[in-house]
């Protein structure tokens, strides 16, 4: 009869890294809030210096802990800029696959814009149009002059959001155009003219505060036509 094989034991360094989230938890410490010394650690986790400084920075690299040299060790605060290194450089090694993961990435964001416009319409007058239209007026004025920004088209996103009062929807977001901006030498420029951007931005903060649900999906389609068309000049 074959003997099942136990399952590996976790290192002193894997169990630390647990115990200091535990330990986090457990205190009800939060992003910002300082944690113990490396010395009390030891103390409290029963472990070797080793194993926390290995726990440590393993804990640092996904931030949950944040090290200031000088200062002490903190709960970390969330970023994605781990995952952003790692899709950014996939989509570029699979650029020329036609397909390829930034491909992938443009039609999961917009699949997500498509819901957003519809949480934005069901929350009705409460979202406040101003700062939008300034955004709006912002690209009027730049696409007079030449194209329109990558920060102030940014920025027209993050407001129109906004008013959900998600800050994952920022921070996703966020993430998605800091990919594009690792990527934009390869991207090229945009090909629509930019008084074409700007209607584009126009019909989706229009259809929103119409509350027309069809009308606004159907602008975030036709926004994001002119990225799946850059990614798509890519694979040709």
């Known amino acids: 009869m074959a003997t099942v094989p136990r399952p590996a ?57 944040d090290i200031r040299h000088g200062f002490g060790m903190f709960v970390g605060r969330m970023s994605l800029a781990g995952l952003v290194d790692e ?53 009027e004025a730049e696409a007079q002059a030449g194209p329109v920004s990558p920060e102030t088209d940014r920025l027209f996103h993050d407001l129109l959001y906004r008013p959900l009062g998600n800050p994952l929807v920022s921070q996703l977001l966020g993430a998605f155009w800091d990919v594009y901006y690792q990527l934009r030498d390869e991207l090229g420029a945009p ?13 989706i903060s229009t259809a929103v505060l119409a509350g027309d649900r069809a009308a606004a999906v159907a602008a975030v389609h036709a926004h994001f036509e002119g990225v799946r068309n850059r990614v798509a000049r890519i694979g040709e």
């Not at 986090?24 to 080793?50: F, H, K, Q, Y």
């Not at 090909?191 to 019909?203: A, M, Q």
Request: charged fraction near 30%; charge should be negative.
């Open 191 to 203: 090909d629509e003219p930019p008084g074409d951007v700007v209607r584009r931005h126009r019909d």
């Open 87 to 139: 899709l950014a450089f996939h989509s570029r090694i699979t650029l020329q696959d036609g397909k390829s993961h930034l491909a992938h990435l443009v039609e999961i964001r917009e699949i997500l814009e498509c819901g957003l416009v519809e949480r934005l319409i069901e929350l009705g007058p409460e979202a406040d149009p101003a700062p939008v239209a300034d955004v709006i007026a912002r690209m």
């Open 9 to 65: 034991r976790p290192s002193r360094a894997a169990e630390a890294q647990e115990g200091v989230k535990d330990l986090i938890v457990r205190r009800g410490l939060v992003a910002g809030d300082p944690l113990p010394t490396e010395s009390e650690l030891m103390e409290e986790l029963r472990v070797s210096r080793n194993s926390i400084r290995e726990a440590l920075k393993a804990l640092q690299a996904v931030g949950i802990v």
